[in-house]
């Protein structure tokens, strides 16, 4: 079975900045899409920045230019840059992968625990 596992969040003053890292775990022979998506209290889950396994980007309007994702399939790791950190990017920040392989099977839309990132004023 695939477990993701983030890392990386923590407290920051606005402007810093932040390296998340997301590692899947298993018997992997291929993932498809990689992402990053955050909920903030009160508010729905939703898409910061994915990549696919070819390398196309996709980000959300609001961390544009500030925000990079990255992923090193070698290692079926994926990343996310995080700079000019503002306090409206706090939430709880989850990787998700949407499909994949494994010597055992497909596995599909997988999501990891999750880690706290908060911008303080």
């Known amino acids: 079975q695939v477990q993701l596992v983030e890392s990386g969040g923590g407290l920051v003053q606005a402007g810093g900045s932040l390296r998340l890292s997301c590692a899947a775990s298993g018997s992997i022979t291929g993932i498809n899409v990689l992402g990053w998506y955050r909920q903030a209290p009160g508010k729905q889950r939703g898409l910061v920045a994915s990549m696919t396994s070819g390398g196309a980007t996709n980000y959300a309007d609001s961390v544009k230019g500030r925000f990079t994702i990255s992923r090193d399939n070698a290692k079926n790791t994926v990343y996310l840059q995080m700079n000019s950190l503002k306090p409206e990017d706090t939430a709880v920040y989850y990787c998700?992968?949407?499909?994949?392989?494994?010597?055992?099977?497909?596995?599909?839309?997988?999501w990891g625990q999750g880690t706290q990132v908060t911008v303080s004023s």
């Open positions: 998700n992968a949407d499909w994949v392989q494994t010597t055992r099977g497909n596995e599909w839309n997988l």
